[in-house]
Protein backbone atom coordinates (compact mmCIF):
# COMPACT_ATOMS: atom_id res chain seq x y z
CA UNK A 1 0.00 0.00 0.00
CA UNK A 2 3.02 2.36 1.12
CA UNK A 3 4.55 2.57 -2.76
CA UNK A 4 1.18 2.62 -4.37
CA UNK A 5 -0.02 5.82 -2.06
CA UNK A 6 2.83 8.06 -2.38
CA UNK A 7 2.68 7.04 -5.92
CA UNK A 8 -1.26 8.26 -6.82
CA UNK A 9 -0.35 11.06 -4.59
CA UNK A 10 2.28 12.46 -6.68
CA UNK A 11 0.16 11.62 -9.60
CA UNK A 12 -2.55 13.98 -8.37
CA UNK A 13 0.52 16.83 -8.19
CA UNK A 14 1.68 15.74 -11.96
CA UNK A 15 5.52 14.80 -10.64
CA UNK A 16 5.37 11.06 -9.88
CA UNK A 17 8.15 10.47 -12.86
CA UNK A 18 10.59 12.04 -10.35
CA UNK A 19 10.01 9.24 -8.08
CA UNK A 20 12.92 7.26 -8.38
CA UNK A 21 12.97 3.55 -8.03
CA UNK A 22 16.28 1.89 -7.61
CA UNK A 23 17.94 -1.80 -7.34
CA UNK A 24 19.38 -0.88 -4.48
CA UNK A 25 18.26 -0.43 -1.12
CA UNK A 26 17.50 2.97 0.36
CA UNK A 27 15.97 1.95 3.88
CA UNK A 28 18.93 3.18 5.66
CA UNK A 29 20.24 7.52 5.31
CA UNK A 30 23.40 5.33 4.58
CA UNK A 31 22.39 3.34 1.95
CA UNK A 32 19.73 5.74 0.33
CA UNK A 33 22.87 8.24 0.23
CA UNK A 34 25.23 5.79 -1.57
CA UNK A 35 22.27 4.44 -3.89
CA UNK A 36 21.52 8.16 -5.14
CA UNK A 37 25.22 9.39 -5.03
CA UNK A 38 24.65 12.37 -2.67
CA UNK A 39 25.64 13.09 1.26
CA UNK A 40 23.65 11.44 3.61
CA UNK A 41 22.66 14.74 4.89
CA UNK A 42 21.21 15.45 1.56
CA UNK A 43 18.50 12.50 2.50
CA UNK A 44 15.13 13.90 4.45
CA UNK A 45 14.99 11.36 6.99
CA UNK A 46 11.39 11.04 8.01
CA UNK A 47 11.24 9.85 12.11
CA UNK A 48 8.08 8.93 13.32
CA UNK A 49 6.66 9.63 16.93
CA UNK A 50 3.81 9.06 18.54
CA UNK A 51 2.74 12.11 21.06
CA UNK A 52 -0.08 10.97 23.50
CA UNK A 53 -1.87 9.51 20.68
CA UNK A 54 -1.40 11.03 17.87
CA UNK A 55 1.01 10.17 15.29
CA UNK A 56 3.75 12.88 14.14
CA UNK A 57 6.37 12.98 11.78
CA UNK A 58 9.48 14.76 11.97
CA UNK A 59 11.61 15.04 8.89
CA UNK A 60 14.92 16.04 9.49
CA UNK A 61 18.39 16.13 7.92
CA UNK A 62 19.93 12.35 7.24
CA UNK A 63 22.61 13.04 9.66
CA UNK A 64 20.77 14.27 12.23
CA UNK A 65 19.96 13.12 15.58
CA UNK A 66 17.07 13.80 17.41
CA UNK A 67 17.28 16.08 20.69
CA UNK A 68 15.45 14.82 23.27
CA UNK A 69 15.38 17.84 25.35
CA UNK A 70 14.26 19.65 22.48
CA UNK A 71 11.61 17.22 21.61
CA UNK A 72 10.08 17.49 24.86
CA UNK A 73 10.42 21.75 25.13
CA UNK A 74 8.51 21.68 21.49
CA UNK A 75 6.39 18.70 21.65
CA UNK A 76 6.08 18.55 25.67
CA UNK A 77 6.50 15.03 26.01
CA UNK A 78 9.35 12.31 25.71
CA UNK A 79 10.33 11.43 22.34
CA UNK A 80 9.08 8.07 21.59
CA UNK A 81 9.67 6.34 18.26
CA UNK A 82 6.28 4.11 16.65
CA UNK A 83 6.68 0.28 16.57
CA UNK A 84 6.95 -0.99 12.89
CA UNK A 85 3.60 -2.10 13.93
CA UNK A 86 2.53 1.31 14.70
CA UNK A 87 3.99 2.87 11.38
CA UNK A 88 2.06 0.42 9.28
CA UNK A 89 -1.54 0.97 11.46
CA UNK A 90 -1.14 4.96 12.05
CA UNK A 91 0.75 6.58 9.26
CA UNK A 92 0.68 3.47 6.12
CA UNK A 93 4.23 2.94 5.44
CA UNK A 94 7.09 0.34 6.35
CA UNK A 95 10.23 0.81 8.18
CA UNK A 96 12.75 1.91 5.11
CA UNK A 97 10.40 3.71 2.95
CA UNK A 98 8.89 5.77 5.53
CA UNK A 99 7.99 9.61 4.33
CA UNK A 100 5.21 12.65 4.23
CA UNK A 101 3.58 11.96 1.45
CA UNK A 102 0.56 9.49 0.87
CA UNK A 103 -0.17 8.93 4.49
CA UNK A 104 -3.31 7.95 6.22
CA UNK A 105 -5.43 11.01 7.70
CA UNK A 106 -4.31 12.38 11.09
CA UNK A 107 -0.79 12.72 10.88
CA UNK A 108 0.67 15.20 11.64
CA UNK A 109 3.94 16.46 9.69
CA UNK A 110 7.01 18.51 11.15
CA UNK A 111 10.10 19.78 8.93
CA UNK A 112 13.28 20.40 11.13
CA UNK A 113 15.61 22.95 10.82
CA UNK A 114 18.04 21.24 9.71
CA UNK A 115 17.20 20.92 6.61
CA UNK A 116 17.74 24.42 5.92
CA UNK A 117 20.90 23.26 4.98
CA UNK A 118 19.95 22.21 1.55
CA UNK A 119 18.08 23.58 -1.21
CA UNK A 120 16.98 20.21 -2.95
CA UNK A 121 16.78 17.37 -0.31
CA UNK A 122 15.91 13.30 -0.88
CA UNK A 123 12.72 11.54 1.26
CA UNK A 124 11.96 8.24 0.94
CA UNK A 125 9.00 7.75 -1.12
CA UNK A 126 6.74 4.93 0.48
CA UNK A 127 8.94 1.88 -0.41
CA UNK A 128 12.86 0.84 0.77
CA UNK A 129 13.96 1.54 -2.82
CA UNK A 130 12.14 4.50 -3.83
CA UNK A 131 12.94 8.68 -3.26
CA UNK A 132 11.75 11.43 -4.89
CA UNK A 133 13.71 15.32 -5.43
CA UNK A 134 11.66 17.35 -3.87
CA UNK A 135 12.71 21.71 -3.14
CA UNK A 136 12.04 22.54 0.34
CA UNK A 137 9.26 24.54 -0.94
CA UNK A 138 8.26 21.48 -2.33
CA UNK A 139 8.80 19.39 0.77
CA UNK A 140 6.93 21.95 2.76
CA UNK A 141 3.43 21.78 0.45
CA UNK A 142 3.06 18.15 -0.09
CA UNK A 143 3.89 17.13 3.02
CA UNK A 144 1.06 19.81 4.28
CA UNK A 145 3.69 20.08 7.03
CA UNK A 146 2.35 22.23 10.21
CA UNK A 147 5.29 23.94 10.73
CA UNK A 148 9.41 24.03 10.94
CA UNK A 149 10.40 23.00 14.32
CA UNK A 150 14.21 23.05 15.67
CA UNK A 151 14.21 19.35 17.63
CA UNK A 152 17.62 17.73 16.39
CA UNK A 153 21.23 17.99 16.95
CA UNK A 154 24.13 17.25 14.41
CA UNK A 155 25.65 14.11 14.23
CA UNK A 156 28.98 13.67 17.10
Not at 4 to 25: C, M, N, P, W, Y
Not at 45 to 73: S, W, Y
Request: charged share 25%.
Amino acid sequence: MSAESVRTFFEEKGIADRIQTLHESTATVALAAAALHIEEAQIAKTMAFMVEDQPVLVVCEGTARIDNHKFKETFHTKAKMMSAEQLMEYVGHEPGGVCPFGLKPGVDVYLDESLKHWDKVWPAAGAHNNAICVSLEELEQYSGAKGWVDVTKAAA
